[in-house]
């Protein structure tokens, strides 16, 4: 059994198997060029789809969307929030039903009877002279 002795001979071949692998590595793994590589290389440009470059693309892509989706979190969290503080106001603040918007005038009715009394009502106003004429000035008839 024979060993390889290191540094090995240029030009033997271990030595340009070493070279090879290292090259390899150093192009499909780094995306080095082939000026960058040691031993260098005779390839062009650097791979950018070597798998170090490729990572460090794909993890800056996945930070960036990252935080997008805390961004749009934050914007949902600060809605909900401000939804809740109005709902609390509304839920804290009553006007007794329709009866508290006509000054009082309900206190003790319920909002039914007060509906039906301004239908009532607005069937005798329409019924009358007065109210005949806005429905023929409505309708288009003199």
């Known amino acids: 059994m024979t060993y390889h002795i290191y540094p090995q001979d240029p030009g033997s071949p271990s030595a340009r198997s070493d ?7 150093n ?5 080095k060029s082939g000026a960058e590589s040691s031993p260098q290389g005779n390839w062009g440009p650097s791979e950018s789809s070597a798998i170090v470059p490729t990572l460090e ?3 800056q892509e996945h930070q960036d969307f990252h935080f997008k989706l ?3 979190g934050d914007v949902a969290q600060s ?11 509304l ?4 006007h ?3 009866g508290g918007f006509l000054g009082g005038l309900g206190s003790g009715l319920g909002s039914t009877a007060i509906i039906a009394v301004i239908v009532v009502g607005g069937y005798f106003y329409l019924s009358s002279k007065r109210g005949k004429k806005i429905i ?3 309708r288009g008839k003199k």
């Open 19 to 25: 070279t090879d692998l290292w090259n390899h590595i």
């Open 27 to 31: 192009r499909w793994i780094w995306g």
């Open 57 to 59: 693309k794909y993890g």
């Open 70 to 72: 805390q961004s749009l």
């Open 79 to 89: 809605a909900k929030e401000h939804r809740d503080s109005i709902e609390s106001k």
């Open 91 to 94: 839920g804290s603040h009553s």
């Open 96 to 98: 007794n039903g329709i």
């Open 136 to 138: 023929k000035k409505v």
